[in-house]
């Protein structure tokens, strides 16, 4: 099941179906099935409110992806400030509606266990996201 909330901010502009349908098939081409996902919509506020009292980070982000996966069976909560999102997509020039496909997407990529971090590791995910994105 995957399902969608928001706290402090409107419903993003997502077709759940349609969404839901472009998870599954990413999370399937690699060899992932999902099983609970949940996602919150939420301001920067919060999303800074997580990351300090979860992570010990204090800065703004985009997205928090918390796994709890087993083998090939995707399960967590992906956490994303749509504040964050909105000032990305001015930042990279990018429409708001694939800015935030794009940070859905890369939530999903991190369940099934591609990495963001690291020494050539940001242009593998990039690809990847544009590869889903293409999937949509």
Not at 9 to 19: D, G, L, Q
Not at 86 to 109: Q, T
Not at 124 to 134: S, V
């Amino acid at each position: 099941m995957i399902t969608y909330n928001v706290e402090g901010v409107a419903f993003p502009k997502i077709k759940r179906r349609e969404t839901t349908a472009w998870l599954r098939r990413v999370a399937a081409s690699y060899g992932k099935l999902i099983t609970d996902v949940g996602y919150l919509f939420t301001t920067d506020g919060k999303i800074l409110e997580v990351n300090r009292e979860y992570l010990h980070h204090d800065y703004f982000t985009d997205i928090i992806t918390f796994d709890y996966s087993s083998g090939g069976a995707i399960s967590g909560d992906i956490i994303i400030s749509l504040d964050t999102v909105r000032s990305n997509a001015l930042l990279f020039g990018r429409p708001y509606d694939e800015e935030l496909h794009r940070v859905i997407i890369h939530g999903i990529l991190h369940l099934c266990g591609l990495n963001d971090k690291g020494p050539g590791c940001r242009a593998l995910m990039e690809a990847a996201e544009n590869k889903a994105l293409a999937m949509l």
